[in-house]
């Protein structure tokens, strides 16, 4: 350790005669320019520091802090490649997120408007007539119904968002005032452009295509290509104008037969006429609105409405939280190992007088100071990696929130971003004070001697084992409340504690394990093995994080791979059984993350008439009220005919229930809508559309996945008493034995390319393309965990050079009385062996614990989904692998320098 030059004034504690300099870095010149102790030593100069303020004794100690960290260079790169790359995943995460919730938050229908409330009852709709109700309620001035939904222009294939209004209201103009204020219409204004039966499109929009007013724009929605009358421009003002080139407006019932809607309307927005307080509006609201609907703000219901997306949030930022944690273990052990070189100059200075608080301030601070450049370098790359990641991520988003998501890096909150860098300080901080803690705290005989290692390799297992049974404890508690109650929330913390647990937990089983290891190597007579087994116990500290480390990588990967394998299985399987025609049919346009646009089910009643089909069933997914919750409908339009006992996974159940239900008998319901709502076979459920309602009979339980809340399978007959919709979301083709399939798929097109454009793909392409879709939700996930394994192996290495260096008196030793250079490598690769073998058998145990608390228990109530678990085991073989084969790698490589 090097300090400053001799200080000015000696301190007036007793001093011990000045120890020989000691070099933080190399000599340059022939008196060497590198940094000396002082005749006081470190005593007195701080002494000289105490005199002035504490301002002054802080800004002291940061600049000696720095120039200690710039004399060793590779300490401190270690440092901050540590510090930086747990940063950057932070960064990465936050900016990430803060993208995604301003994508989520930008909702067309409520850009820039006066609105204060909106009423909505999620995928079922309202009727527009509840508008002239809502009306009559003290505290309102107007109600507007809303119809918004995606078409596409046939021309080039851009995404257009349809915003229905109800365009002759009085006040339409004052409550989307950013949208229809500063409009160009025809000459004889907006009455003749609903008479029209005409659309606003704005003018970037009518720019890029070539378009004017009276002129056609063809687009493809639900019912095929539909051309339509342009009656005005746009000329968006605000944050609208940065949708402008996608935005179409068009009366309500312009809009409902454009996106094949049956009568009812997305929302209706409220607008007060502010003599009374909204809390009290919306009280007056809710007892006038149908059961299942709710009163927010704008933009308060997100968290509902988009529950898969705030949990997939919820997800990525535990693993960015995890990658953060290892970092501090990296840091950790690069301190270690720069206390364990420097152990003898801590002892001489702390027989000179130096106190702890002095060698934990300079130790705390040259963390700091090496911290800083860390948190520069994590930021930066943390913001390259989140533009290379932001498309991939929001798709992978959009898919599980069945939207469309785009934002930009200006969408991001940077003060949060800033704010999540920062925390790498704090962490730096913590880890070298904990680094440093247990070795300046002994007396300064125990720093000369080493004395009492085992011991406080004893009492740091006692406090491991303490935090443990807290840790459990509180986890179990947690568990419990979550399921009691299904607070995602306690689940959220549960998780939290577990991983800490993971953490103690191991910590607590360094020595249980290292005398099962002693007891197994002491069988092969081989005095480097016992050697081995020694250190294992003897550096409780080293062990227990490298360890440490481990588990939180290893488990965080191969839990990660289960929920992705688990998931991947369901969602195939579902389909593999669901799908067993020749072709499956949808449109070419994708509406809503991983739905398609929607198809008019008459077309399945043509697709009959195309020669070399044999047989073709539809299917329409459409949501569907049940005890005040939306749940989804899957109508099947089948042949009676067929047999369908193979084409569902049950649970609960006989397969002869599936004919059962073709022919109208009753349903089947998924796994999933059986646990939230306690129903079960042989029960009657009452269902309500906007069409009316209907009771029908449970069948049977079965495997699904296209709902979170739950889904019901029926013949599609029996759906017309819910709803009069008459659109198909897929339709599969059968062909004749001996027909081709690439011919009749040609022929399909053919017949039906002036009106629809399709996308048909073979079952086989069907599956790929679905296991592509999962693929890319969990993509961002997978490569934020091998960010973690990367930063758990950079710690790895850093152990073993811990290790090498407390090996140094000990090898030593060995060598004086005799021992071959060849016994000291033994000795330290089945140290690395002992420690590999340990962390990756607990590493794997962490992942089974991960998963068996993600997939049954948390993501039930996080995401509404029961998944069943498909384990990978080739997954957690490699895993434990890895985890053995990289320690005895690294420990070969340190061994070369013995």
Not at 21 to 29: E, I, V, Y
Not at 250 to 256: G, T
Not at 497 to 513: I, Q
Not at 736 to 744: H, L, P
């Amino acid at each position: 350790m090097a300090f400053l030059p001799r200080p000015v004034r000696a301190s007036t504690r007793l001093v011990f005669p000045p120890a020989p300099a000691l070099s933080m870095g190399s000599r340059r010149g022939p008196r060497g320019s590198r940094l000396r102790r002082g005749v006081g030593g470190l005593d007195a100069v701080l002494r000289a520091a105490e005199d002035r303020s504490r301002m002054s004794r802080m800004i002291f100690l940061l600049s000696l802090g720095l120039r200690r960290a710039r004399a060793t260079s590779g300490r401190s790169a270690l440092v901050v490649v540590g510090v930086g790359l747990g940063v950057a995943l932070m960064v990465t995460i936050r900016i990430l997120n803060s993208a995604a919730a301003a994508a989520l938050g930008s909702n067309l229908g409520r850009l820039a408007t006066r609105i204060d409330l909106s009423v909505t009852r999620e995928g079922i709709g309202l009727s527009p007539d509840l508008a002239g109700q809502l009306e009559s309620v003290s505290g309102v001035a107007a109600a507007f119904p809303v119809v918004e939904g995606t078409v596409f222009v046939d021309q080039d294939d851009t995404a257009l968002m349809m915003l229905g209004l109800d365009l002759p209201h009085p006040r339409i103009e004052d409550a989307y005032a950013s949208i229809l204020e500063a409009r160009q219409v025809g000459p004889r204004g907006v009455e003749h452009t609903v008479l029209s039966r005409s659309v606003l499109i704005a003018f970037e929009l009518a720019t890029r295509l070539g378009l004017g007013i009276g002129s056609t724009l063809r687009v493809q929605g639900p019912h095929g290509a539909t051309d339509l009358v342009v009656g005005g421009v746009l000329r968006l003002r605000g944050i609208g104008r940065a949708v402008a080139e996608q935005l179409i407006v068009a009366d309500l019932d312009v809009a409902a037969g454009t996106l094949g809607r049956s009568g009812q309307v997305d929302r209706i927005d409220i607008q007060s006429d502010r003599t009374v307080a909204l809390e009290l509006v919306t009280e007056r609201l809710l007892a006038r609105i149908p059961e299942g609907a709710i009163v927010a703000q704008p933009r308060e219901d997100l968290a509902f409405r988009f529950r898969l997306t705030t949990a997939f949030l919820d997800i990525t930022s535990a693993v960015s939280v995890f990658g953060l944690i290892v970092g501090f273990f990296l840091i950790y052990n690069v301190l270690s190992a720069a206390i364990i070189a420097e152990a003898g100059e801590l002892a001489r200075l702390r027989l000179q007088g130096a106190s702890r608080r002095d060698l934990l301030g300079l130790l705390v601070a040259q963390a700091a100071m090496q911290a800083i450049p860390g948190i520069a370098l994590g930021s930066v790359l943390g913001v390259l990696l989140a533009v290379t990641a932001r498309l991939p991520f929001l798709q992978g988003l959009g898919s599980l929130a069945q939207t469309r998501l785009g934002a930009e890096l200006s969408d991001v909150s940077w003060s949060s971003v800033l704010l999540t860098a920062a925390l790498g300080l704090p962490t730096a901080m913590g880890a070298s004070w904990l680094a440093a803690h247990r070795r300046v705290s002994r007396s300064p005989l125990q720093c000369v001697t080493g004395a009492n290692s085992l011991e406080l390799a004893r009492s740091g297992a006692r406090l491991a084992r303490l935090a443990s049974a807290a840790l459990l404890a509180a986890a179990i508690a947690l568990i419990l409340l979550e399921i009691a109650y299904g607070s995602s929330i306690c689940g959220m913390l549960a998780i939290a504690a577990v991983s800490t647990l993971l953490v103690t937990g191991s910590a607590s089983l360094v020595l249980p394990a290292a005398n099962l290891v002693r007891s197994i190597l002491a069988r092969l007579g081989s005095v480097s093995a016992s050697i081995a087994a020694d250190e294992l116990a003897n550096a409780w500290g080293r062990t227990a994080v490298t360890i440490a480390v481990f588990v939180l990588g290893i488990g965080t990967a191969t839990c990660t791979a289960t929920i992705f394998r688990s998931a991947e299985s369901l969602v195939l399987n579902v389909l593999r059984n669901h799908f067993q025609g020749d072709l499956v049919i949808t449109s070419a346009f994708r509406e809503q993350g991983w739905l398609q646009l929607p198809l008019d089910a008459d077309l399945a009643a043509e697709l009959r008439q195309v020669d070399g089909v044999g047989s073709v069933e539809s299917e329409r997914l459409i949501p569907v009220e049940f005890r005040g919750s939306a749940v989804t409908v899957r109508a099947l339009d089948v042949q009676a005919e067929r047999t369908r006992k193979s084409q569902w996974l049950f649970v609960d159940g006989d397969s002869d229930a599936a004919d059962a239900m073709v022919a109208g008998k009753g349903v089947l319901v998924s796994r999933n809508f059986a646990e939230h709502f306690r129903i079960g076979r042989r029960q009657d459920i009452d269902l309500r559309g906007p069409a009316g309602a209907a009771t029908v009979h449970v069948l049977g339980v079965v495997e699904d996945f296209v709902s979170p809340i739950g889904s019901v399978i029926m013949a599609r007959r029996e759906l017309a008493k819910l709803t009069h919709d008459a659109l198909a979301n897929y339709i599969s083709v059968e062909v004749r034995a001996g027909r081709d399939v690439s011919q009749v798929a040609h022929d399909i097109r053919r017949r039906v390319a002036d009106r629809y454009r399709l996308r048909m793909l073979t079952v086989r392409d069907f599956l790929a393309s679905a296991q592509a879709l999962i693929a890319q939700v969990f993509h961002f996930t997978r490569a934020l965990t091998a960010i973690v394994l990367l930063i758990a192996t950079a710690a790895l290495l850093q152990s073993v050079i811990s290790g090498a260096l407390e090996h140094r008196r000990i090898f030593s030793i060995m060598r004086a009385i005799g021992a071959s250079r060849r016994h000291l490598k033994l000795t330290f690769v089945i140290e690395g062996a002992a420690v590999g073998v340990i962390g990756g058998v607990l590493g794997a145990s962490a992942g089974v614990l991960l998963s068996l608390l993600w997939i049954p228990l948390h993501l039930r109530y996080l995401l509404g989904w029961s998944i069943p678990i498909d384990w990978p085991w080739a997954t957690y073989a490699a895993g434990v692998a890895l985890g053995t084969a990289w320690p005895v790698l690294a420990a070969l490589g340190a061994a070369q320098r013995l």
